[in-house]
């Protein structure tokens, strides 16, 4: 081969793998800089989403399903 053709090649390759890693640490610290909701933010959540509750379990023939 060429020797222009492996410095092309590595040249390639290097870059790709440098690529990836930096992906993979932008990736890696961007999950654990979203605070948690503050209390006041809690609050309005389930003010207007309702409580944070599970929900009662669905009774017999309440299913939502099609009467076909």
Do not use: Y
Not at 15 to 39: R, Y
């Amino acid at each position: 081969m060429n020797r222009s053709l492996v410095i092309f090649i590595g040249a390639v390759v290097a870059a790709a793998a440098l690529s990836v890693a930096a992906t993979v640490l932008i990736l890696k610290t961007d999950g654990t800089s979203k605070p948690a909701m503050s209390e006041e933010q809690r609050a309005a959540r389930e003010k207007f989403f309702g409580s944070g509750k599970e929900l009662q379990p669905i009774e017999k023939g309440q299913e939502m399903r099609p009467r076909w």
